[in-house]
T-cell receptor, first 112, second 112 residues
């Protein structure tokens, strides 16, 4: 247990539905990251927050994806109008310093 | 972006040392070399990082070539719990990118 928690751990949804994932970082960590990982591939960066400010967004983050970190604490990642290609493991990580990130267990999304 | 090259897979006998290589011939002077590993069904876990000098911690050692174009992660005594995918990542120090760019990594199998 790294201290980063994610909820839910598994989500099955039908194509076209909206889903929201939550990440609770280590409490003193001001940096929070979202990654996506598909089978057999390494994680891919999606977005980065420093406190409540979203400072970086990957080109992978289409208009259907939105992330928030109100008050610089927990974060949510919402996917609207899910597609089968969104099926993946969604990983959250937090850190105090550049590079040394602590990852949560991930939320596995299956879109039917 | 500077890229890394790692073997797809490696095998080691339990309780033997393991040397995991990484080539990064286009590394810039301000890139840190980071290693993460990912055990099955878990999020990535930070292992070690360095800039120029060799580094040791409780998990592993990092040996960096003098020209910094390659590095080696050393596990001193492999255990079954070390079976994982190991990722070598370059991260620019300073303002700008805080994202970790994972490749496919090296899948390490440990034979009892």
């Amino acid at each position: 247990d790294t201290g980063v928690s994610q909820d839910p751990r598994h989500k099955i949804t039908k194509r076209g539905q909206n889903v929201t994932f939550r990440c609770d970082p280590i409490s003193e960590h001001n940096r929070l990251y979202w990654y996506r990982q598909t089978l057999g591939q390494g994680p891919e960066f999606l977005t980065y927050f420093q406190n409540e400010a979203q400072l970086e967004k990957s080109r992978l983050l289409s208009d259907r994806f939105s992330a928030e970190r109100p008050k610089g604490s927990f974060s949510t990642l919402e996917i609207q109008r899910t597609e089968q290609g969104d099926s993946a493991m969604y990983l959250c990580a937090s850190s105090l310093r550049t590079g040394e990130a602590f990852f949560g267990p991930g939320t596995r999304l299956t879109v039917l | 972006d500077a890229k890394t090259t790692q073997p797809n897979s490696m095998e080691s006998n339990e309780e033997e040392p393991v040397h995991l290589p990484c080539n990064h011939s286009t590394i810039s002077g301000t890139d840190y070399i980071h290693w993460y590993r990912q055990l099955p069904s878990q999020g990535p876990e930070y292992v070690i990082h360095g800039l120029t000098s060799n580094v040791n911690n409780r998990m592993a050692s990092l040996a960096i070539a003098e020209d910094r174009k390659s590095s080696t992660l050393i596990l001193h005594r492999a255990t079954l719990r070390d079976a994982a995918v190991y990722y070598c990542i370059l991260l620019l120090s300073g303002a700008g990118s805080y994202q970790l760019t994972f490749g496919k990594g090296t899948k390490l199998s440990v034979i009892p």
